[in-house]
């Protein structure tokens, strides 16, 4: 059987590549009588034809090797790659799982190199701004190893979408002008700017954060081999440094430790310690210089009522109207809370009521905002907050309104209907009872009702509880 | 670049250098917007190299290395007569930015002094991360020092806008921390990497932002009488308890205006080394401290051969294993094959019978692999139980390169 030549363009030509092969599978031309040629002159040897094979269908291990491995600047590379192909369709569909035959270990070790390179590039390219133009623009002269200037495109436009910027190379040049990608022709590097007014900033950071006690220029030239010196600015630096560390490390061992030149800055170190906010109101400026976790509240909403409250109660978040007016429990859940604090006797005016989360979360749906339960992780991110209100105000007892509330105060969530009723939340004399939204959103009239009920009695244990002994705890007699 | 900028650049930079830790790695891949800047790959990039063969990924800085506290191994503590400087919020952004774009950089470290208070400090951190994302649509890599006394709300804060955070253990032992750094205290260390750790599950659940490359930390090594063991227990426990990512080992190593509690000498940067094989072995090998332990001479670890070797040769019993048949959890054991190599044995073996030669291709560190192992067509025979074995395998005495 006479032998085949296939012409290839020069570089990492995978359209080429992908045609030719889809064309020599189809004839059943085995690897040994190919001859691959890298001459830049594709088309003269009948490459009419070879368009008009059907396509074949590879792992996507294999097409991803192959992606990398025409990269490669070894000659060779078409040809062990058709040789892995015809394998791969000749009955040795896994041979990739065998990174120990020949073959795959070479074809392996090329793609590394070519993965490597790219690495290198997207890590040693050094931007530069243009002199004379008005709007930034950038440029960089990158000499690769390998064919890989298409690839590398994606990175630097995922990276820097939003700046002009070109990457000259021997192999070719690129322009992103933050619209569009354009290649051109190989470039030298005068044609790139020669510096930058950053540079030496840079190189002295380089500088700086280099420890002399741990020289180590072997491990330097692994990772930074001396080829890609030459267009990296920050390596003039590299000689200087080696020279001067082990004169800097031995001046550093032989100076006697100094008595501290300033005196014992003993008033700033007390007030260093002295940081927490000492009132709620530093305590809420605190918490709306944070502004919202989940966007879209209007204010942050903060517990209303006197500084040394009896009773803290603890909602979960503001809802619709809160949001609106800036005040906890004005909406329609609120109202129902006053109409029960009314029927046992609780003023409003005197108890203290606060959210565990204080901004409202909402899904718009038309014109209305409707409540989103906050996650267990958002309630956590405001629970430090919650728990310096309650430093704060020093409650006789704290009241759980629902689930929400319940976690934040326990940091656990537990359901309502086990643990309604009495507690302790850390120093705290606590209640569990549910949160009036939830009779709202009871079916029918009777369940209602009944609910209602319950969440009065709870009220008026609650009422009792905060008069109870602080001491003793002891209730006053009419009591349970 | 500004002249007096270029100089706070040099002191905030050279203050900064003594956290190991440098990786860019582990945030989710990000891509800039139309009008945005930076992206995460996910497995990070290193730019630079300094001739310390560490490498350099982000601007890792501190905001200023003024600082009330008095850490006595740290070239900042308060009584140091350093050269002090305080960056502005917006000149650490600048730099950042100009750094970024001109590719030198994934992102930004930034650590600090503590300065007024500790939430002050945090604070100030804060606003340098939030200007970032905000007003410049900053994607690249921010990973931000965490101040345990700062208050629990700003630890909360900075996991939003950070992709990591640390706090550096520094000293591995409550009593070691007494001595050395009198104004911090191991149980508000703990509480705030716990708090960290709890908030970085839940986030995760949730699907939300909240430092997503996790946190990492950093022990000295060698500025008391702390054992390997002792180092690589405290390891294990904040592996387990928190999730960490990483545990950095920093041998200490001379400071300029050194205290004088300090011992003189450092120690061996091959102690770091031996440490950073052992963390790894903890991690994905499959090994328990106590196992590490047992193969260690009084707590520390041999500074000749590594400590899987070391294990090796205590427990020539369990070996020569055959790369044919035997678990992936024993082929982990063999000295000179890695994780990977291990993976592409037991993939490879499915298909074929694996020969030296195969094995050969899979690794680089046959040399010290053969004494340990059976292939199809090789047996170690009697060099296992030779005495000078260990003699034979012992590195020759060169640079290695350091993990950090």
Redesign the interface.
Known sequence: MSLHCITLKDGADLDGFRRAVRWLMAEELAPQHIVWSLDGTPGLFGDDGMSSAPPISLPRSVARLIELGVCHRDPERYALLYQLVWRVLNGERDLLEIASDPLVHRIDTMARAVRRDLHKMYAFVRFRRMRGEDLERFAAWYEPEHFILETSAPFFIDRFRSLDWTILTPIGSMRWDRHELTFGPPTRREDAPSEDSFEEGWRGYYESVFNPARVNPTAMRAEMPKKYWRNLPETASIPGLIQTASQRVDAMIEQEATMPAKRMPERAIEAMWDQEPKTLEELNAIIAKAGPLVPGATQAVFGEGPKRADIVFVGEQPGDQEDIQGRPFVGPAGKLLDRAMKEVGIDRSKAYLTNAVKHFKFEQRGHRRIHSKPTAGEVKHYRPWLMKELELVRPRLVVALGGTALLALTGKSTPISRSRGRAQFGPYLGYITVHPSYLLRLPDEATKREAYEAFVDDLRHIHDLAQADPETGELPLAAE | ?DEK??RK???L??A???DASCSSSGAPKR?????????T?GAG????????????SL??ILLTNYC?FDCAYCVNR????VKRARFSVDEVVT?TI??Y????IEGLFLSSG?V?????TMEQMLLVAKKLRREH?FR?YIHLKTIPEA???LI??AG?WADRLSINLELPTEQSLERLAPEKDGASIEGAMAQMF??IE??R??R?H?SPAGQTTQMIVGVDDTTDVDVLRSSAKLYGHYDMKRVYYSAF????????ILP?K?PP?MRESRLYQADWLLRYYGFNVEEIAASSEKGMLDLDVDPKLAWALKNRHVFPVDVNRAEREMLLRVPGLGARAVD?IV??R???T?RLD??A??TSGLKRAKPFLIAADYHPHGKLDRQELRQRLIEKP?????FA
């Not at chain 2, 190593?253 to 004088?260: E, L, N, V």
């Open positions: 670049m900028l270029s650049l040099r002191i930079a050279d900064a250098k003594y891509k800039a917007d139309i009008d945005g800047l930076g992206s790959t990039i290193c730019h630079a190299y300094t001739p310390d063969g560490r490498c350099v601007l890792k009330l308060r009584s140091s007569n730099l100009e750094f774009k001109r590719n030198y503590i007024r208070s500790p939430d002050y649509g690249g208050s629990p709300w909360e804060e939003l709890e908030r839940e986030a659940e949730e939300r909240f190593s001379p400071i300029p205006d050194s205290s004088a003189l450092p940067l592409k993939v490879a499915k298909h074929t694996l195969d094995v291709r899979l060169q640079q290695l390169s350091l």
